[in-house]
């Protein structure tokens, strides 16, 4: 069986769905993911989006936003009643309860809103997603000029010894140990993550490179990444050890008990 091995690199979360991010000294997983991520979110409330959380795919203006933590969660349960600040375009920091913060993001994206707390507000449900060093290189060289990791949002960048794109293959069964956490890819809903328009917009949200997400679609069937789920909570951080053992490829069994 192919084992990689190789460290952590960064670790990312994103408090507020579709707004910029924060990068961790240290991030706890659980069942529910990175605690914190994507733990808020802004619900459109336009007539006919009433309900459905705005994302950037809807408001590229989002990107201009920033959130993120004072501090990290007091422990690994996460339950500490932390709210995130958001920095606006201007530089101006808003409580996430502030009086004012649901009128100023209506301005700023030019659309009636509402906030909301949920934890695992992804699109696929209480995941972790997690890219590689070696594929985001090798996708600048294909492209001719280097491409940003946080286009993809990932929580976990990693830095394996796994040839380049290996991971757009990986199966069900695949297990990644990093830290004192365990991924795996396991349930519905994960799997080699399937690209949507977002990492056409560079981080800040100034202009978008539609030629990325069509090289992706040709050659690498739209894929970049990997979406797991946790199933040992554990604390990482970056330049932990970490391990990959890919599932069966597909048509192959794993070998009984001897």
């Not at 934890?119 to 594929?135: A, K, P």
Request: proline share 9%; charged share 25%; hydrophobic share 35%.
């Amino acid at each position: 069986m192919t084992s990689y091995f190789g460290t952590v690199q960064r670790i990312l979360r994103w408090p507020v769905k579709s707004l910029r991010g924060e990068e961790l000294r240290r991030g706890h997983f659980d069942g529910r993911g990175l605690i914190g991520d994507r733990a808020y979110a802004l619900v459109d409330e336009r007539e006919s989006h009433a309900g459905k959380v705005l994302t950037v795919r809807h408001r590229p203006e989002m990107l201009h936003w920033r959130a993120g933590y004072a501090g990290e969660p007091a422990s690994l349960s996460g339950d500490d009643g932390r709210a995130p600040a958001l920095t606006a375009p201007d530089g101006t920091v808003w409580e996430w309860d502030a009086p004012g913060l649901r009128g100023a993001l209506t301005e700023s994206l030019n659309t009636p809103l509402s906030l909301r707390a949920a934890d695992g507000q992804h699109d696929r449900s209480m995941t972790v997603l997690v890219t590689f060093d070696r594929s985001l290189a090798a996708l600048g060289e294909e492209l001719g000029t280097p491409v940003e990791v946080e286009r993809f949002r990932p929580n976990l960048h990693l830095d394996v010894d796994a040839p380049a794109f290996d991971e757009e293959d990986w199966e069900p069964g695949t297990v990644i140990t990093v830290g004192g956490a365990e991924l795996s890819i396991a349930g519905e809903r994960t799997g080699p993550c399937v690209r949507c328009v977002v990492p056409s917009w560079d981080p800040l949200g100034r202009e978008r490179r539609p030629e990325l997400q069509k090289w992706l679609i040709a050659e690498h069937r739209n894929r970049f990444g990997v979406i797991m789920r946790v199933t040992r909570p554990g604390a990482v951080g970056p330049g932990d050890d970490v391990t990959v053992v890919p599932g069966p490829v597909p048509g192959e069994r794993p070998a009984g008990p001897s």
